[in-house]
């Protein structure tokens, strides 16, 4: 029969599909939205997925559990061979980034099943990583917010630089790690504790509180954060009404006590 199926393509249509709260997004910009109460709240937006899964890594196989997902509008002849192979092999289009996700359920997952951004809910907490804008070769007070030094008594060419780097007899050498100019950004920065605003999966957009590294137009892995939610319990201060009523029936229980002099009745 044509419309027969095997007990194994069956069994695994029937499975349901596993979800990952890690995608990999482009910075679009920042905006401001307006919550409930109608204040503003900076956004950044994030177009996130949707991402093939190209490949399943098992610990078996690879030493470690983990994915393989593409993410990116490219031309087809932009991307070499290698890569080429990658995406015939996961009958998936051409992608401009080939990004890995650890997990632990990697043998769940199958290839060419996407991952989007509906993972995602407002109120969810997330940890985004990026590359962080270049800036250059940067002076210490720009690279480790050093204060400087006096403006005044003679100081003429010396106000923003290091000072003394504290070598002497003893060492005698400056001691690696020494904070000093240098290269500043471009370097892998994780963000962690970001809150989701607002998912619009039919744009596959997502709205994150507060800035995430990277220029515009970068790619970023935004997941599920690794932090503890804390809840802060406030408690309110005791009302002054109920401060005088105490002292009130304090007082009379003082006045009745009888009067002593010199530690006799």
Known sequence: MSDATSPATAEKSAAPAVSLKSILAQ??????????QGKAVTVTVLKAGPCPVTQVLTLEKNGYNAIQVAFGDVRAKSVNKPRAGIFKKANAAPAKWLRELRTDQASSFQIGQMLKVEAFAAGDYVD??????????????????????????????????????????????????????????????????????????????????????????????????????????????????????????????????????????
């Open 27 to 36: 910075k679009i910009g920042m905006t401001r939205v307006y919550d409930a």
């Open 128 to 265: 985004v990583v990026g590359i962080s804008k270049g800036k250059g070769f940067a002076g210490a007070m720009k690279r480790h917010n050093f204060s400087g030094g006096p403006s005044t008594h003679g100081q003429s060419d010396r106000a923003r630089a290091t000072g003394s780097s504290g070598s002497n007899t003893y060492p005698g050498r400056v001691f690696k790690g020494k904070r000093f100019p240098g290269h500043l950004g471009d370097e892998r920065v994780t963000v962690q504790h970001l809150e989701v605003i607002q998912v619009m999966p039919d744009k596959d957009l997502m709205l994150i509180k507060g800035a995430v590294p990277g220029t515009v137009e970068s790619l970023v892995t935004v997941q599920g954060t690794l932090k503890r939610i804390k809840t802060h319990v406030v408690h309110a201060p005791e009302h002054k009404k109920e401060k005088k009523k105490e002292a009130a029936k304090a007082a009379p229980a003082a006045a009745a006590k009888p009067a002593t002099k010199g530690g006799k009745s």
